[in-house]
């Protein structure tokens, strides 16, 4: 395995110093000084540093890029040729705004703990595989930044908790990257249904996601050019490069770096389960795939029955994306394109003032760079998210040990078995650590 | 040289694999039960699950084995020597008893005096007829049972603390999962599967094991075991042979049922380019062993002493993984051997992260004497992570100067997590000389350290931490953090600190102030912060009005309201929502003085706080105002208040506004009733229909009506009330009527509706018609096909086809192949392209050969050539599978006709994805 171009001791340094957090001074208050007459004041808009700018982060920059209040400054990727490419993109946008072809542009890095150490960025977005999705929020809550960050959370129970103490401490603005909480409305309205009594009380709830993938190949093969591997690896286990290695197949199915679809596609169902139903099962037993042969070796197909501490039933396994709602007065279904119900007029029921209203903005980014300057808690939360997370990975780990899993909502711990809860961490290679 | 002792011991170790420890006499070998397997026939593969029972006895060392596959020899005399017979044979789906009346004899006898009868899968399917037999099993196949697919579920052991499960937990198989078996009262279920109904079970719990007593004997039928495949499972194995233990015997003592080392020997080459199939067997082996001390103990050996082997790397790695599962203090040793390795350091040290106890920890301590660099820093880490009070006095030895900074870094970090009075004053005494690029990970320490002592109620300590962390040096948002600390550990101080900080101009301590007036500490301090409201930023002014409006202390409020006549939009939008929540009575002067001259987003906010305004008198309030001669713009916005806070008492008032004020005044009134009144006032609202001074406002009265008819608990009142209207109606009212009866649908509406087809004024024909074409439901599809095809006026030909269009697409729950007929009935009729079109679209969602062929005949029409191509491309795809033949046709046929090249790309596409030719 090569390593990429920095020397031991500087990237050995960058550790040191991303593991801890840097002194930043945080905040929109700074006045930052940028060129152009067209671009808004300075103090209004909100620095942004993007890291990981592959498929998802290249979404993701497209997006703010478009939502007012907020310039993008900084990009950060281990592959040369992306994060170029990105910072030109946003480069060329403001100079285009500005009328002036000369705009200095944006910074490219390669790695993110020389971006978390710039004082003149305010927030960033996360778009990294999702092992890296912790470490960096972490390191960027250290800093006191303020955080976007793509689902699912952590790969590991510990990591999530670990990334709420942090956010709870500084009090950064932290949105997770459910983006149906906004921008698919139909999505809040079922939510505040369920949350406002519409349905009566819950009787069971019902979760589908879309099944992971198999394959992938395990030769070892050269790396791309321009590309830090070692850095793609951070935490994770080190292993040698493959073609399918670091693609978006990779990120999502390889376990030493993530969980698989039951978290990469299932945080967005049962994200909109926590946001109607604030509560986690307590319970979690089923069984599921884990492919034998090829690189992948996530969870592909799963099915997952289990019970909540007030005795409501919930499933959740492979499928067409869709959270079930079934209370004692109806049902409702929301998927991130369609709503259904019975009985059909739920659909048309019109919220009272009083009655709990959940859609902040049909605009995910905009909502966190609105949140950013108010400090306000943005649509999709620490909280919610490290619960909607949990559900992953205890339905992962009961899959893997084959037992039913007990948790404890309230220390959050796993009941009763000692080898599952050696689960809840994963070690990290050196010079990583939570 | 060796003696004989020692050859048997070899030679046994091989065979049996069991747990010997000392050498093995003679005599062993007779103290093993013996086991007569019956086979010869069965509807599973008896000729591979055959051999398969007998190398799983043989390997435990348990058992030795003979196999008869003609149960009809058995005797008396030839059963005396065996311990327990396992039953490996059935005749299913004979009901005949087979084996005459010796063998039944002999077998029930051998049981009763003692022995041990074991069945597996299909052998409890045989001899309904024979009573003792089944009175022996204990359960059986009977005529309701079934089994869904070959899958994996999951298995729990129903009787806590039975002998023969007391050693398995929860566990997944792949195999076969019989339900509704015949189990008699007497039987003992010992364990249960789930049966999945979307993989053909039944839902429930179904029980995969019995025991039963008979005569002195016992049984043990594990229903589990379908083919070869499925005894591979390892807890399998384990119920099997606890279970024919238990029967032989009335004991189970077996624990390690096979050869481990053998099992992980066949994988020592494993590379990661392989197939993980016998890595997965080994994490079978692992995770059963959650409940069985003895399997896990010599499970865990065995994988460290292939650790010190010349296994693969790969392997070596994945046992690594397996034994931080299983591992216990008695691998820590071995693990932290390999610390150091270039290749296994990181494995090892993840195998010790997760292994719990002391010894563990030591050993990590005592690794760091010979370890450098990122491996190094890899222990330390750990250390930390473990919380490890007994790491502090190493840890404080990379503390100083001469270190490498990652590895002081690395220190300082562990040290923060650990915590405690040692910690804190070697950190605090850090803080003097400390170097900028570590004053973060220091101040970082520091803050989990205080944070610690906070948790264990060691307030004191706390404060001091978080005094020297409020110092202007530290990282700005830690101070900001400790500022909150202090707050909450020096109650006394919190406001004196509070107040200076807020007085600080320094913003981001001034946002930590706000911050913690919204959380229950800001409790006290929060009208402070509020009078000062005007020394902060703007941006800081709307933080602290939203942090106020969570705290909801309405002796806030005076502040609140002056911060409205803020010139700044976001204080000024904050006081408004600021107002709503914790506003009272004497807010809604507050917020109506708002009004005027607001912006949109202003009244946004003004409507939704004064949507949610708590307080007594309000609604009365409210329907004064309405009807003073206030403002309008004023009485507009109270107009909407109403309709939002749901006060049904300003219905009349409304009524009166509705009837009495013009312009938008008016149609606000008639929504604000839409939303508020109910059938009651349907009379009043069709007398407004009727009026000609309410023509402009028409469709908010349709509107109206509407609502009103949701609002009851079924719309007849309202449609009575339509209905009696409409004989007597003016022909602009008579639409409008008509409208709204099509909103309800029903059959009542719809036979009156239905009649205005034959109206003699063309414009209620018309209105007809589009009334019935949205209709709820599809009766009106016959009338309007009989209206398209009578009537010679265009545009109600037009009309009526559309209709049918519109609900032949929405009756999703009618078979496509009706669907088709009418759209083909109405396709006959349209003699202009534009209905066609509509109806060819809802053709192409029609998937049915029918539906393809209406679709292909249109292709002889240009004028609608591309439409119909459309819809034959999009049935072919659905229906192409089955019908490749029509399919291609249809497509090539259109392939030939169509004229627009995007439709003709679809085409080509559909049929590529068909793997049709062209």
Redesign the interface.
């Known amino acids: 395995m090569r390593r990429g171009k920095l020397s031991r001791r500087d990237f ?2 960058r ?3 991303a ?11 700074t006045s930052k000084a940028l060129g152009g007459s067209t671009i808004p004041a300075a103090s209004d808009r909100v620095t942004l540093g993007h890291i990981g700018v592959g498929g998802q982060g290249r979404g993701l920059l497209n997006g703010f890029l478009e939502a007012k209040g907020c310039q993008s400054i900084a990009v950060c990727d281990p592959f040369k040729n992306r994060r170029e490419a990105s910072a030109e993109l946003i480069s060329q946008k403001y100079a285009d705004l500005s009328g002036k072809g000369g705009y200095q542009g944006c910074a490219a890095h390669e790695d993110f703990v020389e971006l978390l150490t710039r004082p003149d960025i305010d927030a960033v977005v996360i778009a990294t595989p999702d092992h890296w999705h912790v470490p960096i929020a972490l390191a960027a809550a ?3 930044k303020d955080i976007y960050v793509e689902k699912p959370l952590g790969i590991s129970i510990n990591q999530n908790k670990a990334l709420r103490s942090a956010i709870h ?4 603005i932290f949105q997770y990257g459910t983006q149906q909480r906004c921008f698919n409305t139909h999505c809040a309205f079922a939510c505040e249904l369920v949350l406002n009594g519409y349905l009566g009380k819950i009787k069971e709830i019902h979760v589908e996601a879309p099944a992971g993938t198999s394959g992938g190949s ?2 070892p093969a050269p790396l791309p050019e321009g590309f830090n591997y070692d850095l793609w690896l951070g935490p994770a ?4 490069y493959t073609v399918d290695r670091c693609t978006n197949l990779g990120t999502y199915h390889v376990y030493d770096n993530a969980l698989g679809f039951i978290a990469g596609w299932g945080a967005h169902p049962l994200d909109i389960m926590h946001w109607g139903y604030p509560q986690i099962p307590v319970e979690y ?3 599921g ?2 492919p ?2 090829g690189l992948f ?1 996530t969870v592909t197909n799963w ?1 997952i ?1 289990g019970r909540f501490a007030d005795g409501a039933l919930f499933t959740f396994k492979d499928g067409p994306d869709k959270t079930t709602f079934v209370g004692e007065e109806g049902w409702i279904a929301a998927s991130r394109e369609t709503i259904e119900a019975n009985p059909k ?1 739920l659909l ?1 029921a ?1 919220l ?3 009655e709990i209203h959940l859609l902040q903005n049909a605009n995910h980014y905009q909502n966190f760079i609105d949140c950013v ?4 808690p943005p649509a999709s939360p620490i909280g919610s998210a490290v619960q909607s997370d949990f559900v992953s990975h205890l339905s992962d780990i009961a ?6 899993i007990h948790w404890d909502p309230v220390r959050e711990e796993i009941i009763g ?3 599952a809860s ?2 809840l ?1 994963r ?8 | 040289m060796r003696d004989n002792k020692t050859i048997l011991t070899i030679v046994l170790a091989i065979l049996g694999g069991f747990l010997f420890l000392e050498p093995v006499a003679d005599a062993d070998a007779e103290s093993r039960l013996r086991v007569l397997i019956l086979a010869g026939k069965n509807n599973h593969a008896w000729q591979e699950t055959t051999p398969a029972l007998k190398r799983i006895y043989e390997a435990s060392g348990r058992f030795v084995v003979d196999v008869l596959n003609d149960p009809s020899t058995c005797s008396a005399q030839m059963l005396k020597k065996y311990d327990v017979i396992a039953g490996n044979w059935t005749n299913f789906p004979s009901r005949d008893r087979e084996w005459g009346r010796e063998a039944e004899k002999s077998l029930l006898e051998f049981v009763r005096s003692g022995k041990g009868f074991v069945l597996v899968h299909a052998a409890g399917a045989c001899f309904p007829s024979w009573p003792e037999y089944q009175e022996l099993i204990g359960a059986a196949w009977g005529s309701n049972s079934g089994h869904g697919d070959y ?4 298995v ?1 052991a129903a009787e806590e603390g039975h002998p023969i499960t007391q050693v398995l ?4 198989i792949t195999d076969e999962l019989w339900h509704r078996m015949d189990v008699k009262p007497a039987a003992h279920i010992l364990a249960k599967a ?1 049966s ?1 109904q ?1 993989r053909g079970g039944t839902g429930q719990w179904e029980p995969i094991a019995f025991s039963s007593k008979f005569g002195r004997g016992r049984s043990f039928y594990l229903v589990l075991g379908h083919d070869a495949q499925a005894m591979m499972n390892p807890n399998w194995k384990m119920l099997l042979l606890r279970g024919t233990e238990w029967a032989a015997t009335g004991r189970a003592a077996i624990e390690i049922p096979f050869d481990i080392l053998e099992i992980l020997r066949a994988a020592a080459g494993y590379t ?6 016998r ?2 067997a080994i994490e ?1 082996l692992a ?1 059963s062993s ?1 409940r069985n001390p003895s399997l896990r103990r010599q499970l865990a050996k065995s994988m460290t002493d292939m650790l010190e082997s010349g296994a693969a790397v790969d392997f070596k ?1 994945f046992l690594c993984e397996q034994l ?3 591992g216990t203090s008695a691998e820590v040793s071995r693990l932290a051997q390999l610390l150091g390795d270039k290749e296994l350091g ?2 090892a ?2 195998a010790l ?4 106890g002391n010894d563990t920890l030591k050993a990590l301590r005592d690794a760091t004497n010979g370890l450098s ?3 190094l ?2 222990v330390v ?2 250390l ?2 473990k919380r490890d009070k007994q790491s502090v006095k190493i840890l404080r030895r990379y503390l100083r100067d001469d270190q490498d ?2 590895v002081k ?2 220190a ?2 562990a040290l923060g997590k650990i915590g405690g009075d040692e910690v804190a004053d070697d950190l605090m005494a850090q803080e003097a000389g400390i170097s ?2 570590l ?3 220091l101040a ?1 320490a520091l ?1 989990n350290c205080a ?1 610690g002592f906070e948790s264990a109620g060691k307030t004191g300590e706390a404060a001091r931490i978080y005094r020297k962390l409020r110092d202007a040096a530290q ?4 101070r ?2 400790a500022l909150f600390g202090s707050v909450r550990c020096e109650a006394g101080e919190a406001t004196r600190l509070l107040l200076d900080a807020l007085g600080s101009g320094d ?2 301590l001034q ?2 102030v ?2 913690i007036v919204g959380t229950p500490q800001g409790k006290s301090f929060a009208q402070g912060a509020a009078s000062r409201m005007t020394t902060l ?1 703007e ?1 800081l002014q ?2 602290l009005l ?1 942090a106020l409006a969570d705290l909801g202390d309405a002796k806030t409020l005076p502040e609140i309201n002056k911060a409205l006549s803020s010139s700044s939009r ?1 204080v000024k939008l904050a006081a408004i929502y600021a107002i709503g929540r914790l506003g009272d009575s004497s807010s809604l002067e507050q917020l109506i003085g708002q009004i005027d001259g607001a912006d949109v987003a202003e009244l946004a906010a003004l409507r ?1 706080s004064l ?2 305004l708590r307080g007594p008198d309000l609604d009365e309030r409210l329907i004064t105002m309405m009807a003073k001669s206030a403002a309008p713009s004023v009485r507009k916005e109270v107009i909407i208040a109403l309709a ?3 006060v049904r008492q300003s219905v009349p008032a409304l009524l009166k506004t509705a009837e009495d004020d013009t312009g938008e005044l008016r149609i606000e009134a008639l929504k604000a009733l839409g ?1 508020l009144a109910d059938g009651a006032l349907a009379p009043a609202l069709v007398r407004m229909a009727g009026d000609e001074r309410y023509g402009g406002e028409r469709p908010y009265i349709e509107r109206a009506l509407a609502g009103m008819g ?1 609002r009851d608990k079924t719309p007849d009142r309202v449609i009575d009330v339509l209905l009696a209207a409409l004989p007597d109606s003016q022909p602009a009212t008579r639409e409008s009527l008509l409208r709204v009866l099509g909103r309800f649908g029903g059959e009542k509406s719809f036979h009156v509706v239905r009649a205005y087809l034959e109206d003699a004024d063309a414009e209620i024909r018309n209105a007809a018609v589009r009334v019935l074409s949205d209709w709820p439901d599809r009766s009106p599809l016959d009338d309007l096909l009989a209206a398209a095809g009578s009537s010679k006026e265009t545009v109600t030909k037009v009309l009526a086809l559309q209709g049918v269009a519109n609900l032949t697409g929405k009756a999703v729950d009618m078979p496509a192949d009706d669907r088709a007929g009418i759209i083909e009935q109405a396709l006959g009729i349209a003699d202009l392209p534009e209905p066609k079109k509509l109806l060819l679209s809802v053709v192409g969602r029609l998937f049915s050969l029918k539906a393809l062929r209406i679709a292909t005949s249109c292709l002889d029409q240009t004028e609608i050539v591309d439409e119909a191509g459309m819809a034959a491309a999009d049935i072919s795809r659905a229906i192409g599978k089955d019908y490749p033949k029509e399919a291609q046709e249809a497509l090539a046929k259109a392939l030939e006709r169509v004229r627009s090249p995007g439709v003709a790309d679809k085409i080509r596409s559909v049929l590529s994805d068909l793997g049709l030719k062209r």
């Open positions: 050995l340094k550790a040191a110093l593991a801890a957090g840097a002194f930043a001074a945080p905040s929109i208050i250290r800093a006191g401490r500084t009090g950064n395990t030769v286990p080190a292993s040698p037993q089923g069984t795939t884990i034998l042969e070796n099915t029955r007029n048309t019109v009272k003032p009083g300057k108010s400090r306000r899959i893997r040990t084959g037992r039913t078995d000692e080898m050696r689960l961490s070690p990290m290679r050196s010079p990583w650590r939570l | 899958h994996a579920f999951n729990t937990g929860n566990f997944i789930y999945d979307a990661r380019t392989e197939n993980r199939e890595l997965a079978q995770q959650s790695k931080s599962v299983i990181f494995h040290r993840l992260e997760r292994l719990p660099g990122r491996l820093i890899g880490n750990t930390g992570e900074t990652e870094s690395a300082l970090q900028a690029d004053r973060p990970v970082e803050m944070e990282p700005l948002h830690l900001a953090a913003q981001a946002s930590a706000v911050r930023s941006s709307s933080q939203y976001p939704k949507a949610g939002a806070r749901g939303t949701r």
